[in-house]
């Protein structure tokens, strides 16, 4: 499949967009910015005349983040515009309401992470090199590895439950 192309007015427009995220945007790529679970997302990313809040390539997964805007006007409209657009290049585009990010973003965070995953099940794509088998030698003849424990004083303390249906597909 064939990249859309991205004029030049739509990547200037995503770099100014991304030094200006709104607050629930930047909680959310707080916890996305880290390629949890090894897949990798990409803020205020560039699509053709569009630009995509969040999108992760690998499970051709576009994330909207949607304030109360998206609900005025003609944006509902050019919304729905964009996301046929997408879905003809077989990208699906979820969006959150902006106050259900603001409420949990661990919990959107981990929506997120479970609506990619389901993706890359759907394409057969194999799952990033993070969580396959391991196959290096020390590894396989048996050398020790962290243990459970260790890792989870790492993640921030806790995991979030299912998000509660907040995130929509289109």
């Known amino acids: 499949m064939i990249r859309p192309?991205?004029?030049?007015?739509?990547?200037?427009?995503?770099?100014?967009?991304?030094?200006?995220?709104?607050?629930p945007e930047v909680l959310l790529w707080r916890e996305l910015r880290a390629a949890p679970d090894g897949l990798r997302f990409r803020k205020?990313?560039?699509?053709?005349d569009y630009i995509i809040?969040?999108?992760?390539?690998?499970?051709?997964?576009?994330i909207e983040i949607d304030g109360l805007a998206h609900d005025m006007g003609d944006r509902p409209l050019r919304d729905s515009a964009r996301d046929a657009w997408l879905g003809e290049r077989r990208i699906?585009?979820?969006?959150?309401a902006a106050a259900d990010v603001l409420r949990d973003p661990n919990a959107a965070a981990t929506a997120v992470l479970a609506l990619a995953k389901r993706r890359l099940e759907e394409f057969g794509k194999a799952p990033p090199s993070a969580l396959r088998a391991a196959t290096s030698p020390s590894q396989v003849d048996g050398?020790?590895?962290a243990t459970a424990s260790s890792a989870s004083t790492c993640d921030g303390?806790?995991?979030a439950s299912a998000y509660g249906g907040a995130g929509t597909t289109s």
Do not use: I, Y
Request: aromatic letters at 6%.
């Open 5 to 23: 192309a991205k004029p030049g007015k739509t990547v200037r427009r995503a770099k100014a967009l991304r030094r200006a995220m709104s607050l």
């Open 44 to 48: 205020q990313h560039p699509a053709g």
């Open 53 to 62: 809040d969040f999108f992760c390539a690998r499970a051709n997964l576009a």
């Open 92 to 96: 699906e585009t979820v969006r959150f």
């Open 143 to 145: 050398e020790k590895h």
């Open 157 to 159: 303390g806790g995991s």
